[in-house]
């Protein structure tokens, strides 16, 4: 439990699985935290955060980026259209992106701001119906729609449904990926990282295990 912890544990399941040391980038995923248990982390020097609400994030990391260089802020929920601008100023990636709506949006916003952060495809592997992301039959196409519209994809991005083998779901999204030409796998959370690295995860999201239980709203 704790940075330290996970980073070791990390690096462990990196070489297990034979991958080079820091080929996995450690999300922290800090929502609902508390500010002084996201601000303890930063301190220990750790740059890579991840939040699944816009509104939640905006009320914090302005100031955090104010006391810490070098923040590297991914949103990892889903996105409204309509707060698409306020997340393209905000974060360096996206990991949610998951319908054609979106996918226009964000190119015209890219257009309009002349940047654009990383951008990872939902795949809804065990098509679950309360689920985001594309279902694992439309993917091929909507990467293909996206990388039309010149947005940078840079992976895919799964949440196994909670019930089922997570092995399973990292390997699906790791043949979809590998058939489109994506190095990017966003996949693995506090129980089942260490199995998602060694099905080729490049970016874990790691929230309880480093925070601590997410204090309830
Ligand atoms: C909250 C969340 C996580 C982190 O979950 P933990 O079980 O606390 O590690 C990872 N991914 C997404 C999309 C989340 O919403």
Same mark, same amino acid.
């Given at each position: 439990?704790?940075?330290?912890d996970i980073t070791t544990r990390l690096a462990k399941a990196e070489a297990d699985a034979g ?14 935290q508390p500010n002084e248990r996201v601000r303890h982390v930063l301190e220990q020097g750790h740059?890579?955060? =991840?939040?699944? *609400? ?5 009320? *914090? ?8 260089? =070098? ?11 309509? *707060? ?13 992106? !998951? ?26 592997? =065990? ?16 990467? *293909?729609?996206?990388? !039309? ?23 699906l999204l790791a043949k979809i990926a590998a058939r489109n030409g994506l190095q990017g796998l966003?996949? =693995?959370?506090?129980? !089942? ?25």
């Amino acid at each position: 439990m704790g940075l330290t912890d996970i980073t070791t544990r990390l690096a462990k399941a990196e070489a297990d699985a034979g991958r080079a040391p820091g080929s996995v980038t450690l999300i922290a995923v800090s929502k609902v935290q508390p500010n002084e248990r996201v601000r303890h982390v930063l301190e220990q020097g750790h740059r890579s955060y =991840g939040e699944n *609400k816009v509104q939640e994030a905006a009320g *914090k990391w302005p100031d955090f980026r104010a006391d810490f260089d =070098g923040i590297d802020l991914h949103l990892i929920g889903p996105l409204q259209t309509n *707060k698409a601008r306020q997340a393209v100023s905000l974060f360096d990636a996206i990991h949610s992106v !998951d319908r054609p709506k979106l996918a226009r949006t964000l190119a015209r916003l890219a257009q309009e701001e002349g940047r654009c952060p990383d951008l990872f495809i939902q795949v809804n592997t =065990g098509e679950e119906d309360q689920k985001a992301g594309v279902m694992p039959a439309d993917a091929d196409a909507f990467v *293909k729609e996206c990388r !039309d519209l010149e947005l940078p994809v840079r992976g895919l991005m799964c949440i196994p449904p909670v019930d089922e083998e997570p092995a399973l779901h990292f390997a699906l999204l790791a043949k979809i990926a590998a058939r489109n030409g994506l190095q990017g796998l966003s996949m =693995g959370m506090s129980s !089942d990282f260490e199995r998602a690295v060694a099905l080729g995860a490049t970016h874990v999201r790691v929230g309880s295990a480093i925070f601590g239980e997410r204090v309830p709203e």
